[in-house]
Each structure stands twice: as C-alpha cells, then as structure tokens.
C-alpha cells in the first residue's frame, strides 16, 4: 500500500471532500483525487460514494479510515516529538474513567498530573458504560473488572475487595432472617449476600428499603443507620478504623480491578506513557490503603 496515498486518504475523509482537503493542505486537488484512485485501486474496493458536491466513505472506506487515521496521527505526533528534541509530554489526553473511581479520587490525580505536565491538556469524562476508544477519540480508559478485548491492552493498577458493612448497633440476622440494606442502583426486592466470615461462607439475607445512583451516597446512608450494604474497602476503611461502621465479612465475589487500558494497535504517545508512570506513582502498590489515602 502506497503511505503517501493513504495519507491522502485520511486527508480527504477527514474533510469530506477533495476541494475542502487541498484547500486546508495547499494540495492540488488532481494528486489528490489520483491517489485515491490509486489507493482503490490497489485495494480493489470503492472507498468513496462520489456525490454531485461531496465524496461520502464507503463502509469499507470507513473500516479503513478508523483504522488507520489514528495510527496516522500518532506517527506524525512521535515525529514531531523527535524533531522538537524529545518526547515531553504535550497535547491532549482524553481518559474516560468510572463513577465511584472519579469521585474518589481522580479530581486529585488530575490536578497532579496537570502540574507536572503542564503541556498536556488533560480532559477527563465519567462514565460507566463501555466506549469504543477509536471511534470516540479516548487516549486511555479506566475499567472495573473489563471483558477481554483483543484491541485493548493495559495494566491493573489498583485492587480492592468489597465488605458487608453495616452501623454499630445492626447486628447480622439469623438464619432465615433479613435485615434493612442500603443498594446502588434499582430496587429489586429482597435478595441475600454471600459473605466470607471466619466460620466460613454465610448467607445474609437483605431486604432493600434504599436505592442510591452513588456508593458515595450509599455509605453516607449507612452511617445514619439506614441499614447494612456493600462497599469497597478503600470506600469503608476510615469509617471501620473508627468504628463509626463495621464489617460482617468480605463479599464472596472477584476482587474488584482497576485497569488502564489502551488501544493495542496505537504508538504509545509520550502523554499516555507519563499519565501510566503518573498512575504508578500515585498508588505503588495498587492496594486498598493507597485508594483509601487518596479519598481521604
């Protein structure tokens, strides 16, 4: 495949048009539609629907467009870095990162990482549903217990564990017995947890009078004496060493990951490199205490 012609390529898409493209490059426009043409050639495949005012990508042409236009970028980014003398950390980074993890603490790690690398635009959304990283233009994400996915590739970088906690004077049922939780998310009717405890894996029966969209909200709820719920160690921790709550057991469940997660396919720009070491640094041990610190 001639590079030349796939940068053209790109360039073409990205404007919508052969005229807007040379206009905003100061390319002829006859090179351009002549390296198309020879690009499709080459492949074999239209790669544009040519309309009366306006080319529109084929579906092949935008399979081939979202695959490449990133590579594109990122090489001519590491180039300029080269030519500039190093690879300092510059432009701009966007993360998508989850609820409870950007409450907790990514409003810190920000700040941090925007005064170490003040050439680095950082932009942070929070979500928790999954993203198409290419397509919605993410540098990096950061997921609890991801699915695999072959385009992605990352690091864990913290664990915690997830607790049944409850106030003071709550004690567990007995056995065939509920007691009053606090949940996140909808209320779907009485239900049982599965919790680790020294005699070993006991049955709780809960029955939900409290539903909240944060687990922030939710263990707020709890040290009023709503009722008991789960919570992550690192969400629970201060509130169990003052004994303002207490645990009944670890949730018989996986422990709970955090991952930062790029697209395997990309260079690794010199912003996502330093926001992973930055990452690092900020909980060196990826522990439940260091997450605990952070929230403070």
């Not at 005229?19 to 080459?42: F, Y």
């Not at 239209?46 to 309309?51: A, I, K, M, P, V």
Request: aromatic share 6%; proline share 6%; charged share 20%.
């Amino acid at each position: 495949m001639d590079l030349l012609a796939l940068v053209d390529f790109n360039l073409v898409a990205r404007h919508g048009g052969v005229g807007r493209a040379a206009r905003a490059s100061d390319r002829p426009k006859a090179t351009l539609s002549r390296h198309i043409v020879a690009l499709e050639s080459s492949l074999g495949t239209r790669l544009f629907e040519r309309g009366a005012r306006a080319l529109k990508l084929t579906e092949e042409g935008k399979a081939l467009y979202e695959r490449t236009s990133v590579l594109l970028h990122e090489i001519e980014e590491t180039a300029g870095e080269i030519a500039g003398g190093g690879a300092t950390p510059r432009g701009r980074l966007r993360i998508s990162a989850p609820l409870l993890f950007s409450q907790a603490a990514m409003g810190k790690l920000a700040a941090g990482f925007a005064l170490n690398y003040p050439e680095v635009r950082l932009e942070v959304t929070t979500e928790d549903r999954p993203v198409d990283m290419v397509e919605e233009g993410y540098d990096l994400v950061i997921r609890v217990n991801p699915a695999p996915d072959a385009n992605l590739v990352g690091r864990i970088f913290l664990r915690d564990r997830l607790l049944a906690v409850a106030p003071p004077g709550l004690a567990p049922p007995e056995p065939g017995a509920t007691v009053p939780a606090v949940v996140r998310g909808a209320h779907r009717g009485p239900s049982s947890w599965r919790v680790a405890c020294a005699s070993g894996i006991a049955s709780i029966g809960v029955e939900p009078v409290l539903s909240l969209a944060s687990l922030f909200m939710v263990r707020d709820a709890v040290r009023l004496g709503v009722g008991a719920a789960q919570l992550p160690l690192s969400l629970a921790s201060r509130d169990l060493a003052a004994g303002t709550l207490v645990s009944w057991g670890e949730i018989d469940a996986p422990e709970i990951a955090l991952w930062a997660l790029y697209p395997s396919r990309r260079l690794l720009s010199a912003r996502v490199s330093a926001f992973l070491a930055y990452l690092k640094e900020a909980f060196p041990l990826g522990t439940a205490d260091e997450l605990a610190a952070c929230i403070g």
